[in-house]
């Protein structure tokens, strides 16, 4: 069964700081992965999503993620965080990106940016 | 552009009620969707697959006579809470592709 860790439940950095979420996942076969970031009360937006290629992905807002199979991982960085980055963000997999099977997220990571 | 959109935003009902949200799907067609509940706090868990023009999947621990599921149309899911509860008050929602929708918020009195 797939299955996705994100290790740190809560990060706080700096505004201008530097960021890396970490996500590590559990699954057979070639998996898909998505970054989502959730604002509290809201659904949620799609980051940037990984399905094979460049095992860099650009998102959207400046994140960007990278794929190493060998770790197991689709951590999730960007360069200089906003005081506006500050959400609830999850990693989730999937194993086709047909959309015809659910996603399996990750328990999340809120993230508190300091001014 | 491709969107998930959801109906209502939040909606507060009395115990003993039922309560129908819906889940569009906004320049494409879905043939499946999929409906999430979320507590405070907490991730997504998976309640059901919705398929249009067949019945829907149940995840297990999720029950089918309470929470009843329609997929009418190749653009349309919706999902009833029959008899709310209390313990039914959560943040429902939907996706279809890899998009979500903005969640309904239910609150049974």
Known sequence: ?115 | GAVVSQHPSRVICKSGTSVKIECRSLDFQATTMFWYRQFPKQSLMLMATSNEGSKATYEQGVEKDKFLINHASLTLSTLTVTSAHPEDSSFYICSASDLFGPGTRLTVL
């Open chain 1, 1 to 115: 069964a797939q299955s996705v860790t994100q290790p740190d439940i809560h990060i706080t950095v700096s505004e201008g700081a530097s960021l890396e979420l970490r996500c590590n996942y559990s699954y057979g076969a070639t998996p898909y992965l998505f970054w989502y970031v959730q604002s509290p009360g809201q659904g949620l937006q799609l980051l940037l999503k990984y399905f094979s290629g460049d095992t860099l992905v650009q998102g959207i807002k400046g994140f960007e993620a990278e794929f190493k199979r060998s770790q197991s991982s689709f951590n999730l960085r960007k360069p200089s965080v906003h005081w506006s980055d500050a959400a609830e963000y999850f990693c989730a997999v999937g194993s086709t990106y047909t959309g015809r099977r659910a996603l399996t997220f990750g328990s999340g990571t809120r993230l508190q940016v300091q001014p």
